[in-house]
């Protein structure tokens, strides 16, 4: 069982639709040529593959991708794409289920580890991770840093987003480390707005390098995005890349 929301049908149809800027060559190519090299001549294993938006280029470039992933929604879009044989799904949450065979690369991208609300999950997240990796294989994530320094005392929101159809801001809960992610997205012309709400747990870099230590994973390398800035303080958010000891 997770603490995960569940993707409704109607959020995984639009959910390509609203993703086309993430989904670009521009955006995209970076990540691909990152995770292609980690995976070099292996397997792959993408953590929540959604809709496909990495785990099918990936595979187009002639990595092997296996996927797990927890709405069968999300699933369905992608199985428009791409067939079983080419690209196998497994229903299932990402802190527990099991798929057949070793991996050189584990990966989980766009924040998606915070989707698990608690950090027990969170820790088996990292745990089933290392239990799919083969020796030398790693275990990647994209995460946010915590937008904490923005928030000045007694103010509980910080906005992300603030456009001509979409309106975005997260509310924090300090003592729990949940954060409530709030859009408001305009979807016609006649000025009406959907609005949307969903839940995560935010983790800090060395947390998660606690989590990865506990699956006897060790920290290889840390950069502030899919191009290989260095990490700094200023950094808003991180790719980090932990290893399976051979």
């Not at 050189?104 to 998606?112: E, F, I, P």
Request: charged content about 25%; hydrophobic content about 40%; proline content about 6%.
């Amino acid at each position: 069982m997770t603490s995960s929301e569940l993707w409704t049908r109607e959020t995984a149809d639009r959910y390509d639709a609203e993703e086309t800027e993430t989904s670009s060559a521009a955006v995209l190519g970076p990540t691909l040529a990152f995770l292609t090299e980690l995976a070099g001549d292996g397997r792959a294993l993408e953590f929540a593959i959604g809709t496909g938006r990495v785990g099918v280029p990936l595979r187009e470039r002639g990595v092997p991708v296996v996927g797990i992933e927890l709405s069968e929604h999300m699933a369905a879009v992608l199985r428009r794409k791409v067939d079983r044989s080419t690209l196998p799904v497994t229903i299932g949450d990402m802190a527990t289920t099991v798929v057949p065979g070793a991996f050189s690369l584990v990966y989980l991208v766009y924040n998606t580890i915070t989707n698990l609300l608690t950090q027990d999950e969170q820790v088996e997240c990292f745990r089933n991770a290392a239990r799919h990796l083969e020796p030398g294989g790693r275990f990647v994530i994209e995460l946010g840093v915590p937008p904490l320094r923005f928030l000045p005392p007694g103010q509980v929101a910080v906005p992300f987003d603030v456009s001509e159809h979409h309106l975005g801001f997260d509310t924090f809960d300090l003592v729990e480390q949940i954060l409530v992610s709030h859009h408001f997205t305009r979807d016609g012309d006649d000025g009406r707005y959907r609005r949307e709400d969903s839940r995560h747990r935010y983790a800090w870099p060395a947390e998660l390098d606690l989590m990865a230590r506990t699956a006897g994973l060790e920290l290889e390398r840390r950069v502030a995005d899919w191009d290989g800035a260095p990490f700094t303080q200023d950094s808003t958010k991180h790719i980090s890349v932990w290893r399976k000891p051979t």
